[in-house]
T-cell receptor, first 109, second 111 residues
Framework: GQNIDQPTEMTATEGAIVQINCTYQ??????LFWYQQHAGEAPTFLSY????GLEEKGRFSSFLSRSKGYSYLLLKELQMKDSASYLC??????????FGKGTSLLVTP | EAGVAQSPRYKIIEKRQSVAFWCNPI?????LYWYQQILGQGPKLLIQ????????DSQLPKDRFSAERLKGVDSTLKIQPAKLEDSAVYLC?????????FGSGTQLSVL
């Protein structure tokens, strides 16, 4: 089975940097994903890590340590539109994603 | 490129009634998934298809839920009979590799 943990809620200020952590335990691993989900909308892809290290994509970066079962999503220069739920998901050998419960991020002025 | 299409967008039914959801994946995507997302939680995999074959349905409550993908393209998910705890958003996703693309979902309310 799989166990994926991430904080339930976080609050940050517009223009700041926020780091959302995710820890996981899995019997099979094909990669770790981060998805963004605005209220009432479908999840949209943010990042994919399969090797250890940092992947940077604009204001968003994602880090993976497979030996520690740990990932984080780093959001820089926060904007109000970044208020959303951020879902950490692990892909097993069949490519299906197993999601954590999500972290609800609130960006305040 | 067209995304994953789902219908209906919203559905309200009474408990013990039946309901069906439809999904049309991105053209050429062999793998199709149905997820259930209860309010405040992450999506939970119900079933995964590879073309028209089932890859994983270990979390599908088979006494009331069924799904099919007869021609390896469109898929339907059915609940019969519905229970109050089935109130959720049902998300369909498709992929041709590692990345999943999600539809907008069907929001089901069971009264």
């Amino acid at each position: 089975g799989q166990n994926i943990d991430q904080p339930t809620e976080m609050t940050a200020t517009e223009g700041a940097i926020v780091q959302i952590n995710c820890t996981y335990q899995t019997s099979g691993f094909n990669g770790l994903f981060w998805y963004q989900q605005h209220a009432g909308e479908a999840p949209t892809f943010l990042s994919y890590n399969v090797l250890d290290g940092l992947e940077e994509k604009g204001r968003f970066s994602s880090f993976l340590s497979r030996s520690k079962g740990y990932s984080y999503l780093l959001l820089k220069e926060l904007q109000m539109k970044d208020s959303a739920s951020y879902l950490c998901a692990v892909s097993n050998s069949g490519y299906a994603l197993n999601f954590g419960k999500g972290t609800s991020l609130l960006v305040t002025p | 490129e067209a995304g994953v299409a789902q219908s209906p967008r919203y559905k309200i039914i009474e408990k013990r009634q039946s309901v069906a959801f439809w999904c049309n994946p991105i053209s050429g995507h062999a793998t199709l998934y149905w997820y259930q997302q209860i309010l405040g939680q992450g999506p939970k995999l119900l079933i995964q298809f590879q073309n028209n074959g089932v890859v994983d349905d270990s979390q599908l409550p088979k006494d009331r839920f069924s799904a099919e993908r007869l021609k390896g393209v469109d898929s339907t998910l059915k609940i019969q009979p519905a229970k109050l705890e089935d109130s959720a958003v049902y998300l369909c996703a498709s992929s041709s590799g590692e990345k999943l693309f999600f539809g907008s979902g069907t929001q089901l309310s069971v009264l």
